[in-house]
């Protein structure tokens, strides 16, 4: 019962996905090629309330659910590892027609295929794993 919370938000998340069609594999081919301001329109939505929200809990010093203290902490300024990263994602995303969230909606609206995406993207994570000492950070 500890995380039904989550469950419940998880749901609600999904729901959202499937109604704005964010994880219609048509939508997000649309995009890649430039054909279509609808996922750029979520996108770019999502980004502007995250804006909104961390200003908001940096004004306000809001804490989290159970209380604690939300902090953030300063970034580097290199910006060639976010270019390869968001490459590399980039092209797993149109290579796969989903990023990680909606794998797991289109698991559940049926999409059993997509199962095949998330054991590569586990496995993907498991191999950076082993990796992730050789790699530069």
Known sequence: MKFFKFLLVGIFFGIVLVKSEAVSWYRIFEMFKFQSFHMYGIIGSAVVVGIIAVWLIKKYKVNSIEKQEITFSPKDRVITRYIIGGTIFGLGWGLAGACP???FVL????????????????LGTFVYGLLRDKLPH
Not at 107 to 122: E, H, N, P, Q
């Open 101 to 103: 969230g909606p794998m």
């Open 107 to 122: 698991l559940g609206t049926g999409f059993l295929s997509v199962a095949i995406v998330i054991a590569a993207a586990v």
